[in-house]
C-alpha cells in the first residue's frame, strides 16, 4: 500500500480511516488539467485524490451533466465544475483525463481535441476498436495527443519484471496466466445497486472479464512486445443473470511470437485476486497480490540465487499519479506518451475478438486496423 496513513480499499481505491489527503494547491503556471465525468467513479475519485497536491498540474475545471455527480467532482478537487461539455472544453485547461462511462468517450475526446484540448482516456478507450480509431483520427487531426489509460505500467512491480526479463536471462518469453478476479463495484460511492454504467451493455462493452481483463493483454504486449494473433474465449453470467454482460470470462489466446496468453476475470470473487504467471524459456516470473504482495523469479542466477522473491507493496492508486505525470510530460516536452493511441487500439481490437469468439463459440483471429 501506499506510505499514507490511511488504507485502501483494494478494488475501488476508496480511502479507508485515516486523513484524506493533502489539501488542494494551486502552483503557478502548472499544466491545466480537466476531469470528465464520475460515471466510472473508482478511477474518476482516485484521479482528483492522488493529483492533490502535485506540482505538475492544477486541477482547474470538472464536468458532468449529473448535478450529484458534478458537486462530487468540485468537492474533490475545488475546481470549476461545468454541466456543460462544450463550456467545459472551452474553459481554460490544456488536456483532461475522461472518467465518464465507456459509452461517451468517444464523444467526450472529439469535442476536446476539437477544441484544442490533449486527452488521456482512462481504459478501455471506447466501445470498439472502430470507435477508437474516430478518436485517433480526430485528436491527429487537431494536433493534440491523445494517450491510453493503462495503468499497469506505471506499477513498481511490473516496471521490476520488465527490466528482469529486458536483462535476457530468463530467455524467450513464451506463455502469461494472469488471474485477476474481484467482487462487482457498485454504482457510486452513495449507491449499493449494481445496475450501473459497468453492468449496462449500452454504456461498457464487456463486464466482469473486461472490467480487469484489459490490463493483461496491455501488459502482456508491453512486457512480451508481441501482437496478439488469435482468440478463443468463454464468457458466461454466473452470479448475475439479470444483466446483459457477462460476470465471469476467459480467453485462451495465441501470440505473434508463438507463445500464448490466458487471461481469467470476473466479477464474483469475494475477495481481489491477482495472480500473474510467465514462463520463458530459462525460468518464470510469479506475481501474487496475496497473502501479501510477492514477485518471484526463478532461473536468474546473477539476481544472486535460483530463486529470488521480492516484496512490492503499493496500490493502483499510486499508478495513476504516475500515469498523469507521464501524460503532463510528453505534452510538455512534445515526445510520445509510454501508453499510446495505438497501444490503446490493439486492445480493444483484442477485445471486440475475444466477445465476437464468445458469442460464436469458436476461435476467432484478431486483426488490426491500418492506422
Known amino acids: 500500500m501506499s506510505a499514507d496513513a490511511e488504507r485502501f480499499d483494494e478494488v475501488t481505491g476508496e480511502r479507508i480511516g485515516g486523513g484524506r489527503g493533502a489539501g488542494t494547491t494551486r ?6 488539467f480537466g476531469v470528465a465525468g464520475y460515471d466510472l467513479w473508482p478511477h474518476a475519485i482516485n ?4 493529483l492533490k497536491g502535485v506540482d505538475f498540474l492544477n486541477i482547474t475545471a470538472v464536468w458532468d451533466d449529473e448535478p450529484r455527480h458534478l458537486e462530487r467532482l468540485v468537492e474533490l478537487t475545488g475546481a470549476k465544475g461545468y454541466g456543460s461539455l462544450d463550456e467545459f472544453v472551452h474553459s481554460d ?16 475526446a472529439k469535442a476536446l481535441a476539437g477544441a484544442g484540448k490533449h486527452v488521456l482516456s482512462d481504459k478501455p478507450m471506447a466501445m470498439s476498436a472502430a470507435e477508437g480509431l474516430e478518436m485517433i483520427r480526430a485528436c491527429r487531426d487537431a494536433g ?9 505500467r506505471f506499477w513498481r512491480t511490473w516496471n521490476l519484471m520488465k527490466r528482469v526479463m529486458e536483462t535476457g536471462e530468463l530467455g524467450k518469453p513464451f506463455h502469461l496466466y494472469c488471474a485477476y478476479n474481484t467482487g462487482s463495484i457498485r454504482k457510486s460511492e452513495w449507491e449499493e445497486t449494481l445496475l450501473s454504467d459497468w453492468t449496462d451493455a449500452a454504456a461498457t462493452p464487456g463486464g466482469g472479464w473486461l472490467t480487469h481483463g484489459d490490463h493483461p493483454i496491455d501488459l502482456t504486449r508491453w512486457l512480451f ?7 478463443l474465449a468463454d464468457m458466461r453470467k454466473l452470479r448475475y443473470p439479470q444483466f446483459d454482460v457477462e460476470d465471469y470470462g476467459v480467453a485462451h489466446y495465441l501470440l505473434s511470437n508463438g507463445g500464448t496468453a490466458l487471461i481469467a476475470s470476473d466479477a464474483i470473487s469475494d475477495q481481489i485476486r491477482l495472480d500473474v504467471v510467465i514462463a520463458c524459456e530459462n525460468g518464470g516470473i510469479s506475481y501474487s497480490i496475496r497473502p501479501e504482495p510477492k514477485m518471484k523469479v526463478w532461473g536468474a542466477p546473477s539476481l544472486g540465487a535460483d530463486v529470488i522473491e521480492y516484496s512490492v507493496p503499493e496500490h493502483w492508486v499510486d499508478a495513476l499519479r504516475e500515469l498523469t505525470r507521464a501524460f503532463v510530460h510528453a505534452i510538455e516536452t512534445n515526445s510520445p506518451p509510454p501508453v499510446t493511441a495505438i497501444d490503446n487500439l490493439r486492445v480493444m481490437e483484442v477485445v471486440d475478438a475475444t466477445y465476437q469468439s464468445a458469442r460464436e463459440g469458436r476461435t476467432v483471429p484478431i486483426r488490426q486496423n491500418p492506422v
Open 27 to 32: 502552483h503557478e503556471g502548472a499544466f491545466r
Open 47 to 50: 484521479f482528483c485524490e492522488s
Open 93 to 108: 485547461i490544456q488536456g483532461a483525463v475522461i472518467t465518464a462511462r465507456t459509452s461517451r468517450r468517444c464523444q467526450i
Open 144 to 152: 493534440v495527443l491523445l494517450m491510453g489509460g493503462y495503468n499497469f
Open 225 to 231: 512486445g508481441v501482437e496478439f494473433v488469435e482468440v
